[in-house]
């Protein structure tokens, strides 16, 4: 498995610490992705001052392919945060610094590359819509995250673009989010949609079959990162057994068991499951993934 992060970087800024943490959602999945042991990259823009040498240098620390990422002058993307009982609380942000002066504009060597990952994940905060046309052309899974941000003409405009949407439901009721679903598989995803409801676990839908996943319940330390973490955890785990299914040709000993009824269903069942306890584990620690810095 290859994945990409293809969008944002912040830092996350406690501003009763005043300490940042690197985070964003694009820089998020390749950071848990390196973490579970998966070969992961990243693709964004970073500005020139402290924030973003902080997360650059962080990323470059835990390994992240960032070969084809821009450099800007400028101030990187940031968030303030606030911690009410264990929850962030996002309480301003410079709407993504350079990166919304400086959106990406995928080359043709940038579309090589990308083409190489199994899974590129991207966000609303990314500044990369207008580029998903060109992706759908290059890229074998596409997955984007909307966040709350998912008005009837987002998901009209980007979803015949994407194989898997994510979104952030936990201000919600289950009925809402299956009609929400229902719509997006309209609009034109392919493949997966994917609900994260805080405390109340999740919900997905794959090839129209619906999957419910309870929250592995911890006292938290920080929330942030837990709804990324998830479905981190659960794309590459669900990818990766996919992709594994595929590569036994017919006649090998395990083709029978990859192809069996019920394969795809059990699959899930797994990644969600892992997915809950390994977003939990997020929520044990400061920041996204720690590595903060006092500014």
Known sequence: MRVIGLGDN?????????????GGNA????????????ESAYLGVF?????????????????????????????????????????RIFTGSNKGGVLREHPVKLS????????????????MFSYVQQELPKLRQW????????????????????CPYIDCACLSCSHMEE????????????AGCRHIVLATRGNKGAIVMVDGRIY????????????????????????????????????????????????????????????LSQAAVFSSGTCKRDGAFGYGKEW
């Open 139 to 158: 890229c074998s899974f596409i997955s984007m995250d909307f966040s709350d941000q998912f008005s009837k003409e987002h998901l009209k405009t980007y």
């Open 27 to 38: 820089m998020n999945f390749a950071v848990y992705a390196n973490l579970m042991g998966v």
């Open 175 to 186: 009925e809402e989010i299956l009609r929400l679903m229902r719509d997006i598989v309209d």
């Open 212 to 271: 419910r996943q309870s929250p592995c319940l911890i006292k938290a330390v920080d929330t942030m990162g837990a709804g990324d973490s998830f479905i981190t955890r659960f794309l590459v785990g669900y990818c990766d057994g996919m992709k594994w299914a595929r590569d036994f040709p017919e006649g090998s000993g395990n083709h029978g068991l990859t192809q069996a009824e019920g394969y795809q269903e059990h699959l899930v069942q797994v990644c």
């Open 108 to 123: 043709r060597l940038d579309l090589e590359y990308l083409s190489g990952f199994d899974v590129v994940h991207t966000s």
């Open 47 to 87: 500005g020139s001052d402290d924030a973003a040498a902080h997360v650059h240098d962080t990323a470059q620390t835990l390994g992240l392919d960032m070969s084809h990422c821009r450099y800007e002058d400028g101030e990187n993307g940031y968030s303030q945060v606030d911690i009410k009982e264990g929850d």
């Open 10 to 22: 912040v830092v996350d800024m406690y501003m009763h610490r005043n300490v940042m943490y690197p």
